[in-house]
């Protein structure tokens, strides 16, 4: 064995070795959920169509420098050949069928697996309100009257309505195990509909790059065996010291990194709204404004002072 074939061994075994290490587990293909089951077979179904084109073009590139290589004179040799009707018929057959099926596919999966969507259940569905803070998740349950930090939590079968806005740098909220990931924007609420229907505890991230401290952007969705377990899980974080306000929400948005997870009881249920607004312009501040009755106010005053 040669020195250089030993040293291309040693680096195709380490390559390996650190493409396993960089996925140990197999999120996307594991899914627990009908949404990330959806996604998994609709990823499975397009490669297998796209392989049907990528298999047997690699295969004639090897069969084709074979046949005809340097040297090869029992072949046909014909230098004026120019059209073929057969190859005319795959090259544009074969394409427009795989291109017909991909786009009658991705047509139908919009729409089944809009995010929007409400899932179908026999269960009403729950609320959860979503903020990516710089380096964390802050996670809202205005039902409930609790909030946490880099945690989440759900009764199996129960389906939910992730409401999700961003208090800074846009994020990507992303649970591979059930399902799709959507943006978080600061000023904008989007909406994300996701289902569990196998208990454990699930990772979160952000999958979108937003600084300093992103890598530690993480959390867990622990998915609760029963209705039950989860009030009681609801209970234990009612009883936390620690309660959110509008006040102690600004000691919380400030930049921090690796944050371990934390409990709240929820004191301002309209924490999430008045968080968008930060970002909703001079509309959305005159809105504001209108609604407390402050601008009746601010006018009397202006009328009093000549």
Known sequence: MTTRFRYQTALAVLACLSLTGCSSEWRLFDPKGPVANDIMWLTLVSAGIMLLVVVPVTMMGFIFSWRYRRGQTDRPYDPYWEHSNKIEAAV????????????????VSSHELDPRRPIE??????????????????????EEGVATVNEV??????????????DGAMNSFFIPNLGSQIYAMSGMENRLHLMADEPGVYDGMSANYSGFGFSGMKFKTHVHESEHAFEQWV????????????ESYELLRKKS?????????????????????????????????????????????????P
């Open 92 to 107: 544009w057959g074969i394409p427009i069928a795989i291109i017909s099926v991909l786009g009658y596919l991705t047509f």
């Open 121 to 142: 259940s026999d269960k009403p569905t729950m609320i959860i309100q979503v903020v990516a803070l710089p380096w964390k998740w802050l996670f809202i349950y205005p």
């Open 153 to 166: 939590a759900m009764p199996v079968n129960q389906p939910v309505q992730f409401l999700i806005t961003s």
């Open 235 to 246: 209970s234990d974080v009612k009883t936390s010291d620690q309660s959110l306000s509008s």
């Open 257 to 305: 990194r690796d944050v371990p997870p934390m409990y709240f009881s929820l004191a301002n249920t309209l924490l999430f709204s008045e968080i968008i607004d930060r970002y909703s312009g001079s509309l959305g501040q005159l809105s504001k404004r209108r609604l407390s009755g402050s601008d009746e106010k601010t006018e009397e005053a202006s009328v009093e002072k």
